[in-house]
């Protein structure tokens, strides 16, 4: 008789969600985790009062109305509603590209004088790829011209899109930009979803809320004792790197990760909105994120006499190194695609999240992918 019904590799939001509805099916289960604290890459530490999101920022979305009611249930969500600004060269431009940034950009105020300047570049762009006899655009470059014109491609994409990928944008598939949100109204929300916040005390009250009542244990590494952990268990879910769980017996797949720089400074407010992206590529890092802006609002501002930001460099994932996202080119993809086949034949184990399934998951779609399983 084993001592779990369900052993759970990883304490981030997969592992949460399937450890809370486990409990409620009245299975008895061990979430483990090899950092030093639960929530995976959502975790927050309070530092000046004010909740930092470690691993990135993270702001929860969604139009899935029962995804949308569950996290509430665990922890009330506020308002903030996402709204990037970015920096090229010294001035803001908002995203996404609306007409707030089209009036920055180019001086128009109506969309369809925004529609002309965008339909010139990219009658302009068009013309000379077919002058050069290219009839589909061959990589991100030229799909981006092709959908947005040269002046916000220069401006906005080009010089953040190298130093987050760590390669030029000639180089990037075209895939990874097939779609651009272009809005031709006032509008900076950037997303398109109908709920969206964070949760009200921060990420750590929801996964606290997922957990409760949960065996828990940090600082415990699976692969370590191995055979232990797999004995312990009728099942185990698994939410860690698909092809470390099968000791990379095909080769390693690849990641880029994110390398994060806290600095705590004396000023109610430092730049006044939680997240700037720098799309300039002399600049080192790629955003700076203001973290009191996701949980503090107007006056509340300055009642909080520190603040505390993060500035995001993104680089190659190497081996020691937190994997942040996979590399979704062709050569990765059916590399995953064998361990895919492994996976699949698995009666006892349960792949599941970023890692394990190999796939950039924002986080409404993981919670929602749990609460379709079948607990057994």
């Known amino acids: 008789m084993k001592t779990y019904d369900y052993l759970i590799v990883g304490s981030g939001l997969f592992g949460a969600t ?14 483990i985790d090899k950092r030093n604290h639960r929530g995976g ?12 999101h470690k ?4 702001i929860f979305h969604t139009s899935n109305k029962e995804v949308w009611n569950f996290v509430n249930s665990i922890v009330e969500f506020n308002r903030y509603t996402n709204s990037p600004v ?13 007409m707030n940034t089209f009036y920055q ?11 002309k300047k965008i339909e010139e570049q990219k009658a302009a762009a068009t013309e000379a790829m077919k002058k050069a006899g290219i009839t589909e655009p061959r990589n991100l470059e030229e799909q981006a011209i092709s959908l947005i014109g040269t002046d916000i491609y220069e401006t906005l994409i080009k010089g953040y899109t190298e130093k987050q990928w760590g390669r030029k944008c000639t180089e990037l598939p075209a895939f990874i930009i097939k779609r651009l949100p272009v809005r031709f109204v006032y509008d900076n929300n950037y997303f398109n979803d109908k709920y969206q916040g964070i949760p009200i005390g921060g990420y750590n009250k929801l996964i606290d809320g997922l957990l409760d009542n949960v065996e828990v244990r940090t600082n415990v590494d699976f692969f370590e004792n191995r055979s232990y952990w797999e004995n312990i268990a009728e099942k185990i879910v698994f939410t860690g790197k698909i092809d470390e769980y099968y000791d990379y017996r095909f080769g390693k797949l690849e990641y880029r990760t994110v390398r994060f720089k806290e600095e705590v400074h004396d000023c109610t407010n430092y730049q006044g909105n939680a997240v700037v992206n720098y799309t300039e590529k002399m600049v080192p890092y790629t955003r700076i994120i203001e973290h009191k802006h996701f949980e503090m609002f107007g006056t509340e501002v300055d009642n909080s006499p520190k603040t505390v930001i993060s500035k995001e460099y993104s680089t190659e994932w190497k081996d020691g190194m937190e994997p942040y996202y996979p590399v979704n080119d062709e050569k990765n993809n059916i590399l995953y695609a064998r361990y895919k086949e492994l996976a699949d034949k698995e009666e006892s184990v349960i792949f599941g999240g970023r890692l394990a399934e190999y796939k950039y998951y924002d986080m409404a779609p993981i919670i929602e992918k749990v609460l379709k399983l079948t607990i057994q």
């Open 18 to 31: 399937f450890a809370y509805k486990a409990k409620q099916a009245g299975k008895k289960c061990l979430v």
């Open 41 to 52: 890459n959502v975790y927050c530490e309070n530092i000046e009062g004010i909740n930092v």
């Open 55 to 58: 691993y990135g920022a993270h």
């Open 86 to 98: 970015a920096n090229y060269k010294g001035k803001l431009y908002n995203l996404p590209f609306n």
């Open 105 to 115: 950009m180019w001086g128009v105020i109506t969309p369809e004088q925004a529609k």
